[in-house]
């Protein structure tokens, strides 16, 4: 009898699902890629066809240039090949989707990077049970818990508040938690106009076209000195020390990362307000989403592998890890 699974093969750049003759999430080009999202750990260009959401294309487009491409929404089943493949919500970034893989009586779920907090840009995170999960585990350790979302937006306000002729800069990943952050501030009655660095023009009028309100923005490259104090301005990690900040008003340094739980990362980056703000899931709730799909084996792709396999085994659910390469976002 062939073992559970046997027809899905992990390799270094991706999974290979051999009765469909396609990958997910290849990190090198494919002739058939099933895409999870599209951040660049796991959405590349080049490859012969893409299968992916509507909004995961776009996305793809909008870095890669046009993709031979497949749409499938939310709920749709296709057939590749001999299995039958299907997307629900993630609840990552817009657009994000677990891959469902049923053949030969088995269904393997392949999570990609997920978390299950709110989150006004995307949908919310779907249960799926089957035989194999394939989860990630970037925050899989127990000293790995997300704070309130609402609680450090108001950390946030309260600080830009408290320091008028200032702005606070925020480093935020520029697909996903960028726009989240801006999303998470209207919620929370911030109806001012929020600037930006120029590498986030592209993403966030997208995510205004697939329907995701964000209020009145404006680029910071443009806009006076003295205009943008007392305002907050959303830039990628990497420009948040860089030349481009100085011609900001005495700007508070802000990211919005996971990894800010870590006081050493929050110090080297020189960060002074760091907000615990992560599109992945905590170790509380990578475990509570295996007891949900309540899988016979758990795959673990990358992250802190050892502690939740190691979790895995002591709750009596098989599971190995997959070790596969360059899935890792260090910026959440």
């Known amino acids: 009898?062939?073992?559970?699974?046997?027809?899905?093969?992990?390799?270094?750049?991706?999974?290979?699902?051999?009765?469909?003759?396609?990958?997910?999430?290849?990190?090198?080009?494919?002739?058939?890629?099933?895409?999870?999202?599209?951040?660049?750990?796991?959405?590349?260009?080049?490859?012969?066809?893409?299968?992916?959401?509507?909004?995961?294309?776009?996305i793809m487009g909008v870095r890669y240039g046009q993709q031979n491409a497949n749409p499938v929404t939310y709920g749709e089943t296709v057939r590749i090949g001999e299995v039958e493949?299907?997307?629900?919500?993630?609840?990552?970034?817009?657009?994000?989707?677990?891959?469902?893989?049923?053949?030969?009586?088995?269904?393997?779920?392949?999570?990609?990077?997920?978390?299950?907090?709110?989150?006004?840009?995307?949908?919310?995170?779907?249960?799926?049970?089957?035989?194999?999960?394939?989860?990630?585990?970037?925050?899989?350790?127990?000293?790995?818990?997300?704070p309130d979302t609402g609680g450090e937006i108001d950390r946030l306000l309260h600080r830009l508040h408290a320091e008028p002729e200032r702005c606070v800069l925020v480093g935020a990943y520029a697909l996903g938690k960028a726009q989240r952050v801006i999303a998470e501030l209207r919620g929370r009655g911030h109806d001012a106009p929020i600037y930006y660095h120029g590498a986030m023009e592209r993403l966030c009028n997208l995510y205004e076209e697939l329907g995701v309100p964000l209020g009145e923005l404006r680029p910071a490259t443009v806009a006076k000195k003295e205009e943008m104090a007392g305002h907050i301005v959303i830039c990628p990690p990497s420009a948040l020390n860089d030349r481009w900040s100085r011609r900001l008003p005495d700007p508070i340094t802000a990211m919005a990362s996971g990894w800010m739980r870590i006081r050493q990362r929050a110090r080297q980056r020189n960060v002074e307000l760091p907000l615990v703000i992560s599109d992945h899931s905590d170790w509380e709730e990578l475990t509570r989403t295996i007891r949900e799909v309540a899988p016979k084996e758990v795959w673990i792709t990358h992250g802190r592998e050892d502690a939740l396999k190691h979790w895995c085994m002591l709750h009596q659910v098989k599971a190995r890890e997959l070790n596969l390469i360059g899935y890792e976002d260090e910026d959440d």
């Open 85 to 146: 493949v299907s997307f629900v919500p993630a609840g990552h970034v817009l657009g994000s989707a677990q891959i469902i893989l049923d053949y030969n009586c088995e269904r393997v779920v392949v999570s990609g990077d997920y978390k299950r907090r709110p989150d006004p840009t995307c949908a919310p995170f779907v249960v799926t049970p089957c035989d194999i999960f394939i989860t990630e585990a970037t925050f899989g350790l127990p000293v790995f818990h997300h």
């Open 1 to 58: 009898m062939a073992r559970l699974g046997s027809w899905i093969e992990p390799f270094p750049e991706g999974i290979y699902v051999k009765p469909a003759d396609a990958w997910v999430d290849p990190s090198q080009p494919k002739p058939v890629a099933l895409v999870t999202h599209g951040h660049a750990d796991h959405a590349r260009g080049g490859h012969g066809a893409v299968w992916a959401t509507p909004e995961t294309l776009a």
